[in-house]
């Protein structure tokens, strides 16, 4: 607020001061007073940008745009808030007009790819990506190369983009995880373990990381969890994936362990685990 009156004395200030050369016109006070409220303006949207419930984000911003539908900068806003808000298919109905606009980015067509992956058109998705130049290199741009290739499964195209991705960004632990979850579908369980393991080493705390890496390396009949910073009920579920894990691979007796484990690690009572065990003792009865 005391920023305001300051902007407001200065205006003031302008004004008076061209009084004595002389009188400023009507038009020239609307552009002067315009400024200010441009920089209130861009303020306010930034704060309803991260605001913590993205539906006032939208509310605000399908407003603004209905006032001033030539303003390009308040699509954009509008459909940022729309993914928030988790409704991809309006945000993709924006972001084609801000494509389509003659003020387009690069980085619009990326939003634009992102948001038609969120709707699950990843067909469209790469069609967008393919119109953008080899020279516009983002972390943001590969991260979704990446998921395009692993959609058509080009295994080759996948790795290539999943790895210019992870050298582009300075916390690559997500990245590092879709690429582990990647390799796990794949087939390629060792390789998905190591990119689990050195995604925990950039974010410790990601407990899909930490589930994915127990898959993986059931997966190997590797049924140890390796030196990992858990909570005791992640610890639980974790025994409890490797447990899940166990069973697929058809060694029924480590799984029925492993659930019991997991059963006396859990702090409180573990429902899933304990039907898992009654439903494995009552089917090998």
């Known amino acids: 607020m005391r920023q305001k009156f300051v902007l407001f004395l200065c205006l003031g200030g302008a004004v008076a ?44 911003f399908s407003r603004s745009v209905q006032q001033h539908p030539e303003r390009v900068d308040l699509k954009r806003d509008l459909a940022k808030s729309l993914v928030r808000a988790r409704k991809p298919m309006e945000a993709v ?16 067509r990326v939003n634009l790819a992102d948001a038609l992956i969120r709707a699950g058109d990843w067909t469209k998705a790469g069609d967008v990506l393919d119109q953008i130049p080899p020279s516009y290199k983002t972390f943001e741009r590969y991260r979704l190369e990446a998921m395009v290739a692993d959609s058509r499964q080009d295994w080759k195209a996948a790795d290539t983009f999943y790895e210019t991705a992870v050298g582009l960004t300075t916390n690559p632990a997500s990245t590092l995880n879709n690429w582990g ?44 969890m390796p030196v990992l910073k858990v909570t005791q009920v992640e610890r639980a579920q974790l025994i409890y994936t490797l447990a899940l894990a166990a069973i697929k691979q058809g060694d029924v007796v480590m799984g029925k362990t492993l659930l019991e484990e997991a059963i006396n690690t859990h702090p409180q009572h573990f429902d899933e685990a304990a039907r898992a065990l009654r439903a494995l003792e009552t089917g090998s009865a």
């Open 17 to 60: 001061l061209s009084g004595c050369d002389k009188p400023m016109d009507q038009a020239e006070v609307e552009r002067a007073v315009s400024g200010v409220n441009v920089i209130d303006e861009s303020g306010l949207n930034d704060v309803m940008l991260a605001a913590g419930d993205p539906n006032e984000a939208v509310a605000y």
């Open 93 to 108: 109905r924006v972001w084609n007009e801000v494509v389509a606009s003659a003020e387009a980015t690069d980085e619009d």
């Open 181 to 224: 979850f990647s390799k796990l579908n794949r087939g390629d369980y060792k390789g998905a373990e190591k990119l689990f393991l050195e995604a925990l080493t950039y974010d410790d705390t990601m407990f899909t990381a930490k589930n994915n890496l127990m898959m993986a390396r059931g997966a190997q009949h590797k049924y140890d």
